[in-house]
Nanobody, 124 residues
Framework: QVQLVESGGGLVQAGGSLRLSCAVS????????MGWFRQAAGKEREFVAAISRSDSTTNHADSVKGRFTISKDNTKNTVYLHMNIQKPEEKAVYYC?????????????????WGQGTQVTVSS
């Protein structure tokens, strides 16, 4: 079975940057649509960004568009999320997820596999 392990979380100042990584093992990365989601305390898990299997087409939530960038390196079986943090409310646990659904999706319910998450804390 595919395993996902996030890393790179930590404390970042508003106006700073951070890069999260998601290491994929057990299956080839190119078999999945990959996504990043986040969940703040007391809130629902929400979509952040996704990248397609074949052509690496990306989609970013309106709230992070222009500041966050998802990318992947198939040779390293790793997905990345580069973040330019601007808002204190972006403090959350960030999760890497994989979907076997062929069509594009940003729905948390349509991602089959999840990592354990990595905490991002924002200081002002």
């Amino acid at each position: 079975q595919v395993q996902l392990v996030e890393s790179g979380g930590g404390l970042v100042q508003a106006g700073g940057s951070l890069r999260l990584s998601c290491a994929v093992s057990g299956r080839t990365l190119s078999s999945y649509r990959m996504g990043w989601f986040r969940q703040a305390a007391g809130k629902e898990r929400e979509f952040v960004a996704a990248i397609s299997r074949s052509d690496s087409t990306t989609n970013h939530a309106d709230s992070v568009k222009g500041r966050f960038t998802i990318s992947k390196d198939n040779t390293k079986n790793t997905v990345y999320l580069h973040m330019n943090i601007q808002k204190p409310e972006e403090k959350a646990v960030y999760y890497c997820a994989a979907s076997t659904i062929i069509r594009s999706t940003i729905d948390v319910r349509e991602y089959n596999y999840w990592g354990q998450g990595t905490q991002v804390t924002v200081s002002s």
